[in-house]
């Protein structure tokens, strides 16, 4: 029960940063966005096993930008939501939301993290933004 405590201003940290970076929780609207850098990709997908767990978020948010341009990074993305680390998981949500229906794969994970009080809801959005 500690460990989830502590672990919960991350997560709120993560879902007041997110409408920030652009995410699509808010902010500029999809068509002021740039075209996403899918060059990027390859160099992304890699620094989601970084041994930090920062660079594995920043990752997760990067490729979540990407929105459907993203969907080679979806095993990689999905396999984050085991990450033992809070934060990675619901950034690793997040973005696979982003890629939309291409995600569908993940659809299993994503259902069971609706367990974690810390990650419910936004795994719910991710789910709904997957399924429509």
Do not use: Y
Request: net charge positive; proline share 9%; hydrophobic share 50%.
């Amino acid at each position: 029960m500690i460990g989830r405590l502590r672990a919960l201003p991350a997560v709120i940290a993560l879902l007041f940063a997110l409408p920030l970076a652009g995410c699509g929780w808010g902010g500029s609207p999809p068509s002021a966005a740039p075209a996403p850098n899918v060059a990027a990709l390859p160099s992304l997908i890699r620094s989601l096993q970084d041994r930090r767990p920062e660079s594995r978020t920043r990752a997760a948010v990067a490729i979540g930008r990407m929105g459907s341009a993203a969907s080679e990074a979806i095993p990689a993305l999905t396999a984050a939501l085991k990450d033992r680390n809070l934060t990675v998981r619901a950034s690793a949500a997040h973005a696979l939301g982003k890629i939309g229906p291409d995600a569908r794969s993940a659809l299993p994970l994503l259902q069971d993290l609706t367990k974690q009080a810390p990650l419910r809801e936004i795994v719910r959005v991710a789910i709904h933004e997957i399924e429509n």
